[in-house]
């Protein structure tokens, strides 16, 4: 099969998966944005075919892509003789004049668009990890029409980490069943796929919480991420899991604010997403929860029925399943006897190689970014995604963690991951810049909070109790 006609199969394949999430999600989309629609929809259509291709292959091996194409009519049917009360829409507010800057944001993330998606289907996939992990998984699972044991329990594939995620895996030897062959070059658009949906939910998810001017300038920074969007991290889960760090972001918000079903509904969806997909995106999630947690003052029954099930049961359902497939095999990646009290002095070198190596690594261009970020920050007032920064932190500092520990050499990992994992926490980080884009006192529109006493206060209290930016700017009127 030539490229064109293949990448064609692939792009229908994937429409199809976006509307059968559509399908199993609409329920818990009211108020959204259509940008988040689909960025939600294309999520759960992810895990419903790769839930489906699981159990049926496993079930059923040899069975290819009917009883996945079978389920996917089921579950369009049935989301569709479901009758549901349609909410009412609030008052429409007037219109007001579009900002100088949304068009060419928007033109720009367009254009990044473009970048990736050549970088990423101008050749087949070839990244070392994607030969040796995700792609030997995904191509072996599709060529047996199975799932077969000896990926999780054969000593000779340890090196091809058995009990990672398998989404990424899963997703692409769906779309292979789906599109009639394995194609590497035509699976490849998997990924800027996951790049568009990225942008889309951070340009819906800010346009409807903050202004359409901190969505544009967001997506526009999404799009422009060039160390996780090129071409040598197609095939891998970064990607993906950068996709689910701003969904799971975004849900997580609209939980603190509402606390709603179907907020509630988005964050489950989100986390079983990201523990899906990468070890990783299991820490993000249990760090929202941490989160959640101290807001709620250490009341873990309200924690738990705020949202914070949603977080916690998926990453553990997801372990327990991982766990099961590959227990015969033991882990080597970290050496718990440096948390022993007669190996900390060893413990705490092996730290400072690994934050000397990350200061070696990091380019003259990066540090420049990193200056103009920790500026921004300090100039511009708290905006709506500021409590993602305690988390990204937190990430970052247990990568550090788990390069001390690794029973490999520290510098090798440091090399090898630090610069692909860290980039998957910039699409997140760019949520919280674009928020302050519109942070009342950041538009550049004149307008003040009041004075004294009474402004320090609001400002104070800003991230523990959010608010859509239309109220802030109510209220800034009002004062």
């Known amino acids: 099969m030539t490229f064109l006609p293949a990448v064609l199969r692939v792009l229908a394949r994937a429409i199809l998966t976006g509307a059968v999430g559509y399908a199993l999600v609409r329920f818990a989309m009211p108020g959204l944005r259509r940008s988040e629609k689909a960025a939600w929809s294309f999520a759960a259509g992810l895990l419903v075919h790769a839930t489906l291709l699981l159990v049926a292959w496993t079930l059923f091996p040899g069975s290819g892509a009917l009883p996945i194409l079978a389920a996917d009519a089921v579950v369009v049917a049935i989301s569709f003789l479901a009758r549901r009360p349609i909410p009412t829409s609030p008052p429409a507010e007037p219109r007001k004049g579009r900002p100088a800057l949304l068009v060419p944001l928007l033109v720009l993330a367009g254009a990044g668009c473009l970048v990736f998606l050549v970088a990423a289907t101008s050749e087949p996939m070839w990244a070392t990890d994607y030969l040796a992990m995700w792609g030997l998984k995904g191509k072996t699972i599709f060529e047996t029409g199975s799932i077969p044991r000896r990926l999780f329990q054969d000593p000779a594939l340890a090196w091809g980490r058995p009990d990672h995620p398998l989404l990424v895996p899963l997703s692409l030897a769906a779309l292979a069943s789906l599109s009639g062959g394995w194609h590497d070059q035509a699976l490849a658009l998997l990924f800027p796929l996951c790049e568009i949906a990225t942008i889309l939910a951070a340009w819906g998810f800010l346009s409807r919480r903050v202004s359409p001017l901190a969505g544009a300038g967001a997506a526009a ?168 920064l305690a988390v990204l932190l937190l990430q970052f500092l247990a990568y550090i963690a788990a390069f001390a520990i690794s029973s490999a050499d520290p510098i090798w990992k440091v090399d090898s991951c630090f610069p692909r994992i860290t980039a998957t926490l910039l699409p997140a980080l760019f949520l919280v810049l674009g928020a302050r884009l519109s942070a009342p006192g950041n538009d550049g529109s004149g307008t003040t909070r009041g004075s004294g006493r009474e402004a320090a206060k609001e400002v104070a209290h800003a991230p523990l109790e959010i608010r859509p930016a239309g109220d802030l700017e109510e209220r800034s009127r009002v004062g």
């Open 221 to 388: 920074l999404v799009a422009l991420c060039f160390p996780l969007y090129r071409a040598v991290n197609s095939g891998l889960a970064e990607v993906p899991l950068a996709f689910a760090v701003v969904l799971a972001s975004g849900a997580f918000f609209d939980v603190l604010e509402t606390g709603s079903r179907p907020a509630i509904a988005r964050l489950l969806v989100a986390s079983l997403l990201a523990a899906w997909t990468k070890p990783e995106g299991t820490l993000f999630v249990l760090l929202l929860a941490g989160v959640l947690f101290v807001r709620l003052r250490f009341h873990f029954v309200r924690a738990w029925k705020s949202g914070g099930w949603a977080l916690v049961v998926p990453p553990i359902l997801h372990s327990g399943l991982m766990r099961y497939l590959c227990r015969p095999l033991p882990q080597h990646d970290f050496d718990a006897t440096f948390l022993e009290p007669r190996r900390w002095a060893e413990l705490l070198s092996r730290v400072g190689i690994v934050l000397g190596r990350i200061v070696a690594i990091v380019g003259p261009g990066a540090w420049v970014a990193l200056v103009a970020v920790g500026l921004f920050l300090l100039l511009t007032r708290r905006g709506l995604a500021d409590a993602l």
